[in-house]
């Protein structure tokens, strides 16, 4: 007998990308099984620690499946945790399939398969993703279910209002509790939209309660009108306070790294091409989809992330003293080593850091603490596809 789903619902109220990122910020592993009464057997997604691996819609699998079901809008839906022995045949990153995957349905690349329709299965163009330039906003970045024990005060913002001012100080943390809200970065060429982020996603910092101070890198703005929730930072800064050095490295690291994406982003959306000098006199030091089981600490020196693709490498940031890179198994960036490569100068020197009791101490954290973090990179892996994005189209145009 089959065990009872632990969440189930209909697609029409929540789409697959939207339960994909439910499911992603909650690290859970399971099945995820999608059912629609045009389709005789139910298309499969199995997830381990809130990451696809493989999938399964009729004849296609992997990757090609799982872009096939996001055509599947109407329907039902059931995940349970269970153990999950399918290898890990997809490779890309949650939020890039999310992103991806949303695309191609809007584009018409994936059929849409609705009760009216006659079931119809994906072919080889509506189940591959393209990255050819593509610059409208991406898809708005949801978190998990809201912890309200760390909400000390709530507060309301309309349409257009300037929650977040770019260049501002500030400390404090807020959680989406209702409504939308657009991340802006200034550029010579005029304002640059981000990302968008929506119920469960979170605004602040987690640097800023280690080190007392924050420089906000990029302006928030409503998107029609939008309820935060506070939280309380001092109790996120003890708990902070007492995790270890290397967790707060990561953390710190992490926040630096989806800067410096965002910044080659809006130099891209400017016309400007200064991160095109990132990658000189280095030398490749973790190939692109390279089996790495390694987290490395940098003690000296500097690393370039970035992708490779058929116009060659794109940097996507500067990685320096005290960055992290390598393999980062339960946080999901959308980077190295699967997705990105690392290029180091001359004078790089490494240390190495215990990617198990980092994980462990990182699934003892407070669930607020755990998906702020991994709200971060999510945000990295958006804003990575935003970048690449932004690079390509400049080039071609």
């Not at 994906?122 to 309200?148: F, H, N, Q, T």
């Not at 349409?159 to 509790?177: F, K, P, Y």
């Not at 490569?341 to 990617?355: E, H, M, N, P, Y």
């Not at 603490?369 to 892996?381: D, E, G, P, T, W």
Request: hydrophobic share 40%; glycine share 12%.
């Amino acid at each position: 007998m089959s065990r009872q789903a632990d969440l189930s619902g209909n697609l029409g109220f929540l789409n697959l990308g939207e339960l994909l990122q439910l499911v992603g910020g909650s690290s859970a592993t399971g099945t995820l099984r999608i059912h629609h009464e045009r389709v005789a057997e139910p298309g499969v997604i199995w997830i381990v620690q809130g990451n696809p691996v493989d999938a399964r819609n009729g004849s296609l699998t992997g990757l090609e499946a799982l872009f096939s079901l996001f055509g599947w809008t109407e329907g039902r839906f059931e995940f349970t945790r269970e153990e999950v022995r399918a290898e890990r045949v997809i490779r890309k990153g949650r939020m890039e399939i999310i992103l991806d995957g949303l695309r191609l349905l809007d584009e018409g690349r994936i059929p849409r398969l609705s009760a009216s329709s006659a079931p119809a299965p994906a072919g080889e163009e509506s189940g591959k993703a393209s990255l050819e330039p593509c610059v409208e906003a991406p898809a708005v970045i949801k978190g998990p279910l809201v912890d309200y024990a760390l909400v000390v005060d709530e507060e309301s913002f309309y349409d257009g209002d300037e929650i977040v001012r770019e260049g501002s100080h500030g400390n404090w943390i807020w959680v989406v509790l209702e409504g939308t809200a657009q991340v802006v970065k200034q550029t010579p060429a005029g304002p640059f939209r981000l990302l968008k982020v929506g119920d469960g996603a979170f605004i602040g910092s987690l640097s800023s309660l280690l080190t007392g101070e924050n420089l906000r890198s990029t302006g928030i703005i409503a998107a029609g009108n939008i309820q935060l929730g506070m939280l309380d930072s001092q109790m996120l800064a003890t708990e902070l306070s007492g995790v270890s050095n290397d967790l707060k490295t990561l953390i710190q690291s992490l926040e630096r790294r989806l800067r410096q994406v965002t910044d080659i982003a809006a130099q891209a959306y400017a016309r400007g091409d200064g991160y095109r000098d990132l990658l000189r006199d280095k030398k490749i030091a973790v190939r692109q989809g390279q089996k790495e089981e390694r987290l490395f600490l940098i003690r000296e020196g500097e690393a370039v992330i970035a992708r490779g693709g058929p116009e060659g490498y794109l940097p996507l940031g500067r990685l320096a003293k005290g960055d992290v890179f390598g393999n980062l198994p339960f946080l999901t960036l959308g980077h190295e080593p699967f997705e990105a490569a690392i290029f180091s100068s001359a004078d790089l020197k490494l240390g190495t850091l215990d990617v198990h009791s980092l994980e462990a101490e990182f699934r003892r954290l407070s669930p607020t603490l755990r998906n702020i973090a991994i709200h971060v990179a999510a945000c990295i892996s958006a804003t990575t596809l935003l970048t690449l994005q932004h690079i390509r189209h400049a080039a071609a145009g």
